[in-house]
Each structure stands twice: as C-alpha cells, then as structure tokens.
Nanobody, 114 residues
C-alpha cells in the first residue's frame, strides 16, 4: 500500500504564491509518475500537472507558465509551486501516484481571494 499526504494549502490573495508538497510512503517499488489534480466546488476533478518518472513535466493550459511541478526522488516527494494565483485556482488540490494503480492523497485546500 501507498500513502500520500499533501501539505501547503491555505488562503492567499490573487497574485500571490503557494507551494504544495506531497510525500509518498509505504511500499514504493520504483520511481513512479506523480501528479496534481484539483476540484473546485460544484465542479469535476481536473488535471493540473504531472511529472514522469524521468522528471518530465506536463501542465494543463490553465496553469502553464504559473505553476511548476518538481520531484525529489530521494524523499518520495512531489512539489507544486504556484505563482500568480487567481481566484479560479481555488480548489482542493490532490496529489496522486501511479504504481500499478492510482493512489490519491486526502487533498489540501487552496483558496485565492480577489
């Protein structure tokens, strides 16, 4: 089993920054693709960014140029640096990891005020 724990959410004004972290623990057998999704109230969960096991990032168009995903394989950690935040970025942010199946964290709330 794998456990994912996110941290770093909070309340920030538009134009501000937040840094989310996700730590994976448990039975981790290899370097796995990891990513971030988000879910705003009343909306479906949407993809934000992923990073491959080789460290190649991909981003949704809505966050490209503002968000940066990175990973530290020695600590089984993936980080999402979010800059120039907008009210539309308000959501619960979830980390996931693909190892045979998708594992999800519990989520961390990000609220951006206008």
């Amino acid at each position: 089993q794998v456990q994912l724990v996110e941290s770093g959410g909070g309340l920030v004004q538009a134009g501000g920054s937040l840094r989310l972290s996700c730590v994976a623990s448990g039975i981790i057998t290899s370097i796995n693709p990891m990513g971030w999704f988000r879910q705003a109230p009343g909306k479906q969960r949407e993809w934000v960014a992923t990073i491959s096991n080789g460290g190649v990032p991909n981003y949704a168009e809505s966050v490209k140029g503002r968000f940066t995903i990175s990973r530290d394989n020695t600590k089984n950690t993936v980080t999402l640096q979010m800059n120039n935040l907008k009210p539309d970025d308000t959501a619960v942010y979830y980390c996931n990891m693909l190892q045979g199946r998708l594992y999800w964290g519990q989520g961390t709330q990000v609220t951006v005020s206008s």
